[in-house]
RNA sequence: UUACGGGUGUCGAA
């Protein structure tokens, strides 16, 4: 029985509903993981319709994860209302559920009912969730129910000063950011590369080679991402040399591939300079398809 | 054996 449930989901994670659904009808017995890792096949692939049967008419029985899999069916397909009804219909609310539809929340940005939900469920809230509503408040640049959320956060990792960095460099509040970056406990590399990308927005090339070099006494190594970003600042700087150098030095200092992003930023740096045949060069040396 | 999972990236893509 549970090998037939791990083939079940093994084909659901593949995008093979049929071939799922398939070995569920031909199990001689099955159990609530059975119908959940069917229900589950539906959710994965976006198949609402299915799930929906699968969970009103089908199933013999129910459990609590019966019910977040169904959730996630319908925050899946971008159903937010419905999923709030579903949500309040659960005899047993997990800390998944509820991070499953605050997510929703926070990725439909809908920040409102994401705070009002916070508010409402007495329950502890993990540092994801509190997280998770307070990128939801940057992505719809309310920096201030931003900040309020942060303030009164009871604990804060990295990633949640990150995410409030983030939300004051990306609305250009500069000096404040610049004060968060120096008051956080941990400067992580994604924590560097919100710098690095906020200096290479304003046009402050300098600026990101400065930052760059600081990150790297710190024994922080740059990524790809971090490299895209120092390019960008290049390029707004028109810094060609600087970008070639910066990008060299991505592959043989730092043994990074150039990812299709650097290339992509290298390319528009050569060509924004004027140097159209080493642009031309480069598209065609990249190890990726032009397009 | 089944369910959610938080922070950063150029140009494009109406």
Known sequence: LISWNILMSAFAKHGLVDEASEVFSQMPVCDQVSWNSLLSAFAQNGRLPEAKQAFHEKMPAWDSISWTIM???????????????????????????????????????????????????????????????????????QLRDAQDLFERMPEKDTVAWTSILSAH?????????????????????????????????????????????????????????????????????????AGRSSFHSMAIDFHLEGGRRDYGCMIDLLGRAGHLEDAIDLVETMPYPAR
């Open 169 to 241: 460099a990306t609305s250009g509040q500069m000096h404040r950011a610049k004060r968060l970056f120096d008051a956080m406990p941990e400067l992580d590399l994604v924590a560097w590369t919100v710098m690095l990308e906020m200096h290479a927005q304003n046009s402050d090339p300098e600026g990101v080679l400065d930052l760059s070099r600081q990150m790297l006494i710190h024994g922080i190594l740059p990524d790809n991402t971090a490299f895209t970003c120092m390019l960008f600042g290049c390029s707004h700087g028109g810094d060609v040399a």
């Open 71 to 141: 959730l996630y069916a319908y925050a899946a397909s971008g159903n937010v209302e419905e999923a709030k009804v579903l949500f309040d219909k659960m005899p047993l609310k997990s800390l998944i559920s509820t991070n499953l539809l605050l997510s929703v929340y926070a990725q439909a940005g809908y920040d409102e009912q994401a705070r009002k939900f916070l508010d409402e469920s007495a329950a502890e809230h993990s540092l994801a969730s509190l997280t998770m509503v307070l990128s939801a408040y940057a992505l719809n640049s």
